[in-house]
């Protein structure tokens, strides 16, 4: 199962890549074919100002939310969770980002039932890799995070393995004990796309792949889930996905000194 | 930038390539069964064979399977210095009858003996994949007790407890000498 999820999230990033160069070449033609007009107009008046355009790049706060997690809670009636993400432009490339969230999610292995519920919350930075053309506010980035959750497990039911089959099959035996306070860190590397959809609307795509650091496991059980870093496996890997929605609250513009818009054009 | 997109690409194929399967290895110590020696009662440090030893639980329809490849009668016989049987992982005691000699030629040779084992019980967390598994601690007060069963005296002369813990299906749990 998480064998296809691997695959699909690979696609994905090289869907993301592809879909992106594509609408790169659209806008340039649009903005080739807006550009006679506006000098059609002002031609008399700015000859001298046109000759090198200045460039200011927007800076602010980028806030929202992860539309699968939101929306997940609707047909898995095994999770609720919610996270909220946002990001504050520090450099022409660096974004300071955080993921603020909370879960409820309720593993059911074939041995084992459980439910992990808590909060996490995920800080670093984004470098976006992607050379904006003119005035476009798109983002594809490479980022790391730490991650921290503190949450509590509840242990369901589990069924004992035996074996020898000898005196039948026992039904799973109900438990229901809650261990709490457990804690776990991680850091996770983070690839993610941000396209400007409308005004200051922005749609993003999110794969992470989380190396845990720290895990406080209860006695006589295991993390099998934590929030904010996702199923636990063997070792200390975990992946994640999200699919956010999000505004940006625009503060200052800076200027941009060099005229790289001629550089820019033979792209990667 | 660009090789550690690579370098992520790659990566993440690796983690595809060596994710486990959620099956429990047969390899793990999981529910361990109760092992007993034989030995012999004249010289107790010597193991001795027992001869078409059958075990049958209580109540229940058919001996425990000590040959896998064997046929619907002789899979059920043991002529080994040692047997694992399984205690049940519900209850705090288990009762079995060993019939020794059993399905013999001559129906004359069959002994019966009882055996009824107390012990408690601890469930232990293995993993993911095998979920738990159950511990035994055989009772200090009155570990089993013996039965003859069937009139035809009794053939396990002594019977010693060598481990209370069971944990492990590599340690004799129970010593039966005869």
């Not at chain 1, 992860?66 to 909220?84: M, N």
């Not at chain 2, 490849?69 to 992982?89: F, R």
């Not at chain 2, 209370?164 to 010593?175: A, D, G, S």
Request: net charge neutral.
């Amino acid at each position: 199962m998480s064998k296809y999820f691997f695959s699909i999230c690979l696609l994905f990033t090289v869907f993301l890549v592809q879909s992106q160069e594509i609408t790169t070449d659209t806008i340039k033609k649009e903005i080739k074919q807006e550009k006679p007009k506006s000098k059609t107009t002002k031609a008399v008046t700015e000859t001298i100002a046109d000759s090198v355009p200045v460039k200011k790049d927007r800076y602010g706060l980028r806030v929202g939310v992860d539309l699968y997690k939101l929306t997940r809670g609707f047909y898995d009636k095994d999770y609720k969770g919610v996270e909220f993400v946002g990001d504050f432009r520090l450099t022409k490339n660096y974004y300071l980002a955080a993921e603020l969230g909370i879960e409820d999610k309720t593993t059911d292995d074939d041995r084992l039932n459980s439910t992990a519920t808590g909060t996490y919350i995920k800080g670093g930075f984004d470098y976006n890799l992607y050379n904006n053309w003119l005035d476009m506010e798109n983002i594809i980035s490479v980022g790391l995070r730490g991650g921290f959750s503190t949450f509590s497990q509840q242990l369901n039911h589990y069924k004992i393995y035996n074996s020898s089959q000898y005196w039948g099959e026992i039904p799973p035996v109900a438990d229901g004990t809650k261990y709490t306070g457990l804690t776990a860190a991680w850091a996770e590397v983070a690839l993610g796309m941000k396209a400007k959809v409308f005004n200051n609307v922005f749609v993003g795509f999110g794969v992470q792949l989380k190396m845990l650091l720290a895990n406080k496991e209860p006695d006589n059980f295991e993390n099998l889930y934590i929030p904010g870093f996702n199923r636990t496996y063997d070792g200390n890997f975990g992946v994640g996905f999200n699919y956010t929605v999000s505004y940006f609250i625009p503060l200052y513009k800076k200027k941009v000194i060099i005229p790289e818009t001629e550089k820019k054009a033979p792209k990667k | 930038m660009k090789k550690i997109l690579y370098f992520l690409l790659v990566f993440t194929f690796g983690l595809s390539s060596c994710e486990k399967d959620d099956i429990c290895d047969a390899n793990t110590p999981t529910t361990p069964r109760l092992i007993i020696s034989f030995y012999d009662i004249t010289t107790p440090s010597v193991k001795k064979s027992v001869t078409r030893l059958k075990v049958t639980g209580k109540d229940q329809p058919e001996g425990v399977i000590f040959n896998e490849g064997g046929t619907e009668i002789t899979k059920y016989l043991t002529s080994g210095d040692s047997i694992a049987i399984p205690l049940k992982i519900n209850e705090d005691s288990t009762t079995f009858s060993f019939i020794l000699n059993s399905d013999s030629s001559n129906p004359e040779l069959a002994n019966t003996d009882e055996i009824t084992f107390n012990y408690s019980r601890q469930n232990i967390y293995v993993s993911r994949a095998c979920g738990f598994k159950t511990i035994y601690r055989l009772n200090t007060q009155n570990p089993f007790v013996k039965n003859d069963s069937g009139n035809d005296g009794i053939w396990m002369q002594d019977v010693r407890v060598y481990n209370p813990n069971i944990e492990f299906e590599n340690e004799t749990h129970v010593k039966v000498f005869f």
